[in-house]
Each structure stands twice: as structure tokens, then as C-alpha cells.
């Protein structure tokens, strides 16, 4: 299968979870989620979903806990949307990316605020 056709069915499966997630589950444990991507297996049998959760670990956890739960609904909803000849089986992940990137920003903001203090410092020697 080409990866052009790979890549239009794993935009296609993020924009359907997305709005399954949004506009049809009615978990109070799925809050503050974002689909960030979607990964399809070469045989189209498999789908990693990656998710980005805002809130602190133990709402992570909960979050990741109710979209377990409701994997075999989203499948369903997915396979329904689609006009493939398998629906995959879905896998989601937490995407730990927008993480590190806030974490490396802020990093990098004390590192400059850290060398401000060090050149007015010595502008005033």
C-alpha cells in the first residue's frame, strides 16, 4: 500500500476518534483531550492513537482508564465512518511530546532569565 493513501487513512481514523471523543462519549473520566496523531500498522489491521491530556497524572491515568473502556465504541463509530474493508484495532497512547516541549520552554526561559541577571550584573561592576 502506498504511504500517501497510509497517511490520508490515519488523518482520516484522528479526525473520526476526535469527534467521537468529543460530540459522543459521555464519560465524565474523558476530559481535556487532544488526538495529536495516528499511526496505521502496514496491514491496516492496527492503529496507535495518540492522545495529549491536560491535567496532572492521576487525571491522565482516569482519562486513559475511560477510553479503554470505550475503545470498542470508537471502533465501532470508526469502522462505521469509513469505507475500509477492516476497522482497525485501536491502540491509544499518551503523546508525552507537547510535555517535553513545555518542559525544554521552560528550560530554556530560566536559562535566558539566568544569563540576563548575569550580564546586568556585571554592566554594573
Known amino acids: 500500500m502506498s504511504s500517501r493513501r497510509m497517511e490520508r487513512l490515519a488523518e482520516a481514523i484522528k479526525q473520526e476518534v476526535s469527534k467521537i471523543i468529543l460530540y459522543e462519549l459521555k464519560d465524565p473520566r474523558i476530559s481535556f ?23 496532572d497524572d492521576v487525571i491522565q491515568k482516569q482519562t486513559l482508564r475511560g477510553l479503554e473502556n470505550a475503545k470498542g465504541f470508537i471502533q465501532t463509530k470508526v469502522g462505521s465512518c469509513l469505507q475500509i474493508r477492516y ?13 517535553k516541549s513545555a518542559h525544554i520552554s521552560k528550560l530554556i526561559d ?8 548575569i550580564i546586568k550584573s556585571e554592566l554594573e561592576e
Open 87 to 99: 476497522t482497525p484495532l485501536l491502540t491509544f497512547c499518551l503523546d508525552e511530546s507537547i510535555k
Open 33 to 55: 483531550i487532544t488526538v495529536t496523531k495516528a499511526e496505521v500498522a502496514p496491514d491496516l489491521k492496527r492503529a496507535k492513537i495518540y492522545i495529549s491530556i491536560l491535567g
Open 110 to 117: 530560566e536559562a535566558v532569565k539566568g544569563s540576563d541577571i
